[in-house]
Structures are given as structure tokens and as C-alpha cells.
């Protein structure tokens, strides 16, 4: 059996999971149908707005399986991450803010958990790299 490393915007979620509110639903909602959330904001220069994960590089081997991942940045510096794998959809909410080409992201209730990930934003095509690993996830913006 191969050991597959979890990409850690993943490793993250599930952490942030253990601190905060989780929501596991069937495959209906905004991921199943390929919309963005009711609220998420339209337009807007940045990070503001609906990103999907379209491509995963730099990771050894085969990327991790991680199904449907959704990033939704809203103004004030708030974000959700909104996976969807196997039907079951799981969505955190969490902090963020920009220190130049960094992104922080902050999760959990209590105890809070920062991420420091590199950002770089082309037109509609943002990729957040880990700078520990190398491994990049990119995302395309959604109308």
C-alpha cells in the first residue's frame, strides 16, 4: 500500500474542523450544482470572491485524491473552504488577511491555528503555494 501525503490546505481544513462548526450534507448545494454561495460576494479586485481548485502541482507522485474544493474570500477578511468528496461536503469558515505575497489564513474556536501560505493571483488564476513543500494548489476564479 503507497502512503499518499494530504495536501495541507486539507490538513488544515481537518484541523479547523475539530475547532469549529462542520456541516456535512448529501450532494445537493452550492459544489453539487456548480454555483457559488447565495452570499459570496460577485466581482471585486483580490482574493474577494469564489475560487476552484482546478489543478494540484509540485506533490511527488500522483496528487492526493481530494475531490471538489471550494474557496470563498468575502471582504473584512473572512473566508470558507467548501469540500465535497464521496457526496459528503464539509465547509469551514475561517479568518484571513494578506502580508504582502503571504496569505494567513486563521482557524478554530478557542485555540486559534495560523497558516502562512504564498499567494500569487494571474487574471483568474490564483495559486497558493505551501513553502515548506513546494506544493501548490491553483484555483480559477467562478463568475
Given amino acids: 500500500m503507497r502512503l499518499r501525503l494530504v495536501p ?3 490538513l488544515l481544513l481537518a484541523l479547523a474542523a475539530c475547532n469549529g462548526p462542520r456541516e456535512s450534507t448529501a450532494a445537493s ?3 453539487a450544482d456548480g454555483g457559488a454561495p447565495e452570499d459570496a460576494p460577485m466581482g471585486g479586485d483580490g482574493l474577494v ?3 476552484e481548485r482546478v489543478a494540484q502541482e509540485g506533490y511527488p507522485g500522483d496528487p492526493p485524491d481530494v475531490g471538489v474544493q ?3 474570500f468575502f471582504e473584512g477578511g473572512r473566508m470558507t473552504v467548501a469540500t465535497e468528496v464521496g457526496g459528503e461536503r464539509l465547509e469551514q469558515e475561517m479568518q484571513y488577511r494578506l502580508e504582502g505575497d503571504q496569505l494567513v489564513q486563521i ?3 478557542g485555540t486559534a491555528v495560523a497558516q502562512v501560505s504564498r499567494w500569487s493571483l494571474d487574471g483568474d488564476r490564483l495559486t497558493i503555494e505551501q513553502p515548506q513543500t513546494g506544493y501548490r494548489d491553483v484555483y480559477r476564479r467562478l463568475p
Fill in 29 to 31: 448545494g452550492p459544489l
Fill in 70 to 72: 471550494r474557496l470563498t
Fill in 8 to 10: 495541507l490546505s486539507l
Fill in 107 to 109: 482557524s478554530g474556536a
Fill in 49 to 51: 470572491g469564489t475560487w
